[in-house]
């Protein structure tokens, strides 16, 4: 019976996946088996369909979809999963209060920093975060008026508590003393020296480079020093209550945190307009990791490990600044027109930890998500190192290490549970055609047990730099950027645009017109002191 090369293949390909020998020897039985030569193989670019690789073949162009490619594998965007918390038919959760209320429970006043209470989000009960477990009135999924301080004719505060109950139905009417927002002021033309701020109007819009969830990214032009920078917008509206108003500030602090380090994408000036929030970035024009994984398919060792090793530079930066990224993955990991890589996107960051501190939202890509969140445990700064184990396994062998095979012809497996179940149960396999190091710093980095995870023992760090993988790497003139990279993207001008998805610059570069309707419906206070001016770009630029 004659037996086609391009069946053995595909054989071959399905085999060493399920017992994960190593594609060669594979080849090399076939090859004896059939007793005739190699022919020329186009093996890498063309696994089977059920192998559900993360690249399955060659895009027609760099950053285009593979054909039969499924693009929800990847690019996944990041999520928080708020905590509820059910007692007596109520919903809590979370808040922050800006105002000064008072405990349904214990007639307390409710007080502190972050988020200092617990609302019900059916009948908006405040309550003591230890008190609510106590409430014994049940929720009646109708609205109740919070226990608000009252100012009397004195300027004395007085407690009172508002007797009306009002349907959800109902449209709320404005708190009394609330005070409008106020108008945007007119930026005049300020002198030299002077604090400087800035306006859309001092920026032309270029391109649209990005987009995610919450955020539009554009390329921008600085008009006065014509310099180059991205802008994320942010509509007011998205930010939809206290802890997205958290997310937004901790992301502000970060950006300003990042901006001294080589391997962080830092942030230029923060400024508002009635409907929006802008962060004026560096502008990273190399592309992001996963646009060239399309095109690379896997990247050779010594590539992954340089991008592996700068990203744990980054890491620990942000770590000994009290900062869990929480966010890692081919899409936030940027190439500058150099070849170095940049981190960008902190909205997933949790700030102010502490060496021993730890926290237990439940927020991240998918595919990304370390076992000590799924299982609901608290966690520290071991969830980073993690996503840096799955990252560098994309890079290393051109799939995730969670990929099921078949899962696209079984719906029950092509969940977003069912890869929660394989992360936490799996055992992750290594394929064979990686190295000694790789293989060993990739099961360090992918050991379900956090206190047993490089880069989590007594050591911290330090275990990772001294680990065999990266053996070759100088530390110390790589934070330097005196090392050179192995790769260095194909740039025609600072505003060359190759290295980003058409899909996302093809877009008109617009920004929809402000509903005053909309507008009105937001709280401005909310949003007080948001602008920023990086006090260090703003010298380079005078120097211009």
Not at 244 to 263: C, G, L, R, Y
Not at 280 to 303: A, C, K, S
């Amino acid at each position: 019976m004659h037996v086609s090369w391009t069946e053995v293949v595909k054989e071959c390909a399905l085999q060493s996946w399920y017992c994960g020998l190593d594609l060669c020897n594979t080849f090399a039985t076939a090859r004896h088996l059939l007793a005739q030569p190699y022919p020329i193989l186009e093996v890498v670019y063309s696994a089977p369909a059920h192998t559900s690789q993360l690249f399955p073949n060659v895009p027609p162009a760099p950053g285009m979809s593979c054909a039969g490619e499924d693009r929800s594998i990847y690019r996944r965007g990041a999520r928080r999963w708020r905590k509820l918390y059910r007692v007596n038919g109520h919903i809590f959760q979370a808040k922050r209060f800006n105002r000064r209320a008072f405990c349904a429970f214990c007639q307390d006043r409710i007080w502190g920093l972050g988020r200092q209470g617990f609302k019900c989000i059916q009948c908006k009960l405040l309550v003591h975060k230890k008190c609510h477990k106590l409430v014994q009135k049940p929720c009646s999924s109708e609205h109740v008026d919070p226990v608000e301080i009252k100012d009397d004719a004195n300027g004395e505060s007085t407690l009172g508590r508002a007797s009306s109950v009002r349907s959800r139905a109902d449209p709320e009417p404005p708190l009394p003393d609330t005070p409008p927002a106020p108008a945007p002021a007119v930026r005049e033309d300020l002198e030299p020296g002077s604090q400087r701020q800035y306006s859309l109007d001092d920026f032309e819009l270029i391109r649209v480079i990005g987009r995610g969830s919450y955020a539009k990214v554009l390329m921008v032009e600085l008009k006065r020093t014509k310099r180059v920078y991205a802008m994320k917008v942010i509509k007011k509206a998205l930010v939809t209550d206290d802890e997205d108003i958290d997310w937004v500030q901790t992301e502000k602090h970060v950006f300003e945190t990042a901006s001294n380090h080589p391997f962080l994408v830092g942030l230029h000036s923060c400024f508002q307009t009635p409907s929006r929030l802008f962060f004026v970035i560096e502008f990273v024009r190399g592309g992001d990791l996963m646009f060239h994984m399309q095109r690379q398919r896997r990247l050779p060792e010594e590539h992954a490990r340089f991008y592996a090793a700068e990203i744990s530079l980054a890491l620990h930066f942000l770590h000994e600044r009290g900062v869990i990224y929480r966010d890692l993955k081919l899409d936030n990991v940027l190439l500058d027109h150099e070849g170095h890589i940049k981190l960008t996107d902190y909205g997933m960051c949790k700030e102010g930890v502490r060496p021993g501190d730890t926290t237990s939202t439940f927020c991240g890509t998918p595919n990304y998500i370390a076992p000590e969140i799924l299982r609901g445990e608290e966690y520290g700064f071991s969830v980073d190192w993690w996503a840096l184990g799955v990252l560098t396994y994309e890079m290393l062998a051109g799939r995730s290490p969670f990929d099921i095979a078949q899962a696209a012809d079984n719906p029950d497996q092509n969940t977003e549970d069912y890869l929660f179940q394989v992360i936490l149960e799996k055992t992750i396999r290594i394929p064979r055609s990686l190295s000694v190091k790789a293989a060993s710093v990739l099961k360090g980095f992918l050991n379900k047990s956090p206190s047993e995870r490089l880069g989590c023992g007594e050591s911290g760090f330090m275990d990772i730099v001294q680990h065999p993988f990266f053996k070759s790497i100088e530390w110390e003139m790589l934070e330097q950027k005196q090392v050179v990279p192995p790769f260095k993207p194909r740039l025609e001008g600072e505003r060359d645009l190759a290295n980003f998805p058409p899909e996302f610059t093809d877009e008109p570069v617009h920004l929809t017109p402000d509903n005053d309707n909309v507008i009105a419906d937001i709280d401005q206070s909310e949003f007080e002191g948001f602008e920023y001016v990086n006090p260090l770009l703003m010298s380079l630029e005078d120097c211009v």
